[in-house]
């Protein structure tokens, strides 16, 4: 690896990200569970290395050379295994699944008994999950990293794409205004936490009853005080994408909701990415989607297929986020060991 991509990856080790509040004595947080992990600073090294890992994947092509990571999945994957699993090689390190989709991982044996385990065989542990108990418990025991590929509740690594996304589109983050319609998911709950981490502005509108947690909105709102942020709330989509830059919608039945598929179905429709919504955004907009997308439900082929969709923009920056989480949590030799945060 060039002495400068070295630099480079020390630079935002050193970035003086914070983890649950507290200053991390290894500059950077032990586990990636929630957005809230990173916070602002954290935030924007990921963002910052993301990009040159990017624009020099072959200067870290030995960087984490020899180390391991596990990943157990609850739910199906497509670009969150893919990617993790490519990035890890791509930066020397070998990658194992383990496909969790008959059982809940706790199902069979204690969950502080898996980690304990698995802390002796690899050096990285990333899952996908129904529970975001699930990952913290893991985070908990586990003297490892431990990396959140999404839970019921937050989905990190997608916001923090999302985000490089935009920077490469728009650049400056801070001008960006972002509109998220739809379900109050956990897509919703991560892109306002980055959108607070990052000083962004971002409205969400959702249908009375299907609005983001409010657990999750008040750390958004607390984090936002810091860094300036803008977040607004409403059920009116049209007043949410009103000239923004950028707008983003998900699928409105997320895995695990499928009972509720009829209500939601009936309920959703006005809350559509058409061509008519997305005349309301800025001529300059962007639409936005975590995919997989149900065309035709949450957004038109006319749009998904657009000169304005970055779609597959985000799926290829979900490889560059998560390369450089694993080499911020595992490169450079840098990372001191030590017990989860969460502990």
């Known amino acids: 690896m060039s002495s400068s991509a070295v630099a480079a990856g ?3 080790l050193q970035s003086k990200a914070v983890c649950n509040s507290t200053p991390v004595r ?3 947080c032990s586990d990636v569970v929630s957005t ?3 916070g602002p600073e954290g935030v924007r090294a990921v ?3 993301a990009e040159i890992m990017k624009a020099r994947p072959a200067d870290f092509r030995t960087s984490i050379a020899g180390r391991q990571m596990v990943m157990f999945f609850e739910k199906p994957s497509l670009r969150t295994r893919l990617t993790f699993e490519s990035g890890m090689t791509a930066l020397g390190g070998t990658a194992m699944f383990v496909d969790q989709r008959q059982e809940r991982l706790d199902a069979r044996e204690k969950l502080s008994d898996i980690a304990h385990n698995l802390e002796r065989w690899v050096d990285v542990i990333v899952l996908r999950t129904f529970s975001q108990e699930t990952i913290a418990r893991m985070a908990e025991h586990a003297s490892v990293p431990v990396i959140n590929a999404l839970s019921d509740v937050e989905h990190p690594c997608q916001a923090l794409a999302d985000f490089l996304t ?4 728009f650049g400056d983050l801070k001008n960006i205004r972002l509109a998220y319609v739809g379900d109050g998911n ?8 980055t959108t607070a981490c990052l000083g962004s502005s971002i409205r969400v509108a959702t249908p009375a009853g299907y609005e983001p947690s409010a657990e999750i909105v008040d750390a958004a709102l607390e984090i936002a005080k810091e860094t300036g942020a803008q977040i607004e709330l409403m059920n009116d989509p049209h007043a949410a994408v009103a000239r923004v830059d950028a707008v983003y919608t998900d699928a409105w039945v997320s895995m695990g909701q499928e009972n509720e598929t009829l209500k939601r179905e009936t309920t959703f429709p006005p809350y559509q990415v058409n ?3 997305m005349a309301k955004a800025a001529p300059h907009a962007v639409f936005m989607h975590c995919l997989p997308a149900h065309r035709g439900l949450e957004v038109t082929d006319e749009v998904m297929d657009s000169e304005h ?3 597959f923009e985000q799926a290829e920056n979900r490889l560059h986020v998560q390369k450089a989480i694993l080499y911020l949590l595992l490169g450079g030799g840098d990372r001191r060991p030590s017990r989860s945060a969460h502990a």
């Open 275 to 277: 061509a008519g919504l």
């Open 10 to 12: 020390k630079s935002a």
């Open 186 to 193: 956990n897509v919703a709950h991560s892109l306002l936490l």
């Open 36 to 38: 809230r992990d990173l």
């Open 26 to 28: 290894t500059f950077w």
């Open 309 to 311: 969709s970055v779609i």
């Open 166 to 169: 935009l920077r490469e589109q």
């Open 47 to 49: 963002l910052d290395l």
